[in-house]
């Protein structure tokens, strides 16, 4: 069983930044791969930025160059730097951890990007 908690959410204006951390229960080097999904009240969660055992990273589109996932394996944590946010960027973002078969979640932690 691998226990995930976010934190790091809150309000910014647009054109901000705001750094998430996602602390794991289990050792990250043991996670096959560590992500961050978003969603929005009436649609699906969607990934938005990943990173594996090996160290390689993966975004969507829409955040590459503005965001940045990385990890600190001393502490078990994955971080997800965000910067230049905009109005669309507002969701609660999800912390995914898989290890083969199954696949947990965080809570959530709540991003509101708004003058």
């Known amino acids: 069983q691998v226990q995930l908690v976010e934190s790091g959410g809150g309000l910014v204006q647009p054109g901000g930044s705001l750094r998430l951390s996602c602390a794991s229960s289990?050792?990250?080097?043991?996670?096959?791969?560590m992500g961050w999904y978003r969603q929005v009240p009436g649609k699906l969660r969607e990934f938005v930025a990943g990173i594996a055992t090996s160290g390689s990273t993966n975004y969507i589109d829409s955040v590459k160059g503005r965001f940045t996932i990385s990890r600190d394996t001393a502490k078990n944590t994955v971080n997800l730097q965000m910067t230049s946010l905009n109005p669309e960027d507002t969701a609660v973002y999800y912390c995914n951890a898989r290890v083969r078969p199954n696949a947990y979640w965080g809570q959530g932690t709540q991003v509101t990007v708004s003058a």
């Open positions: 289990y050792n990250l080097l043991s996670i096959d791969y």
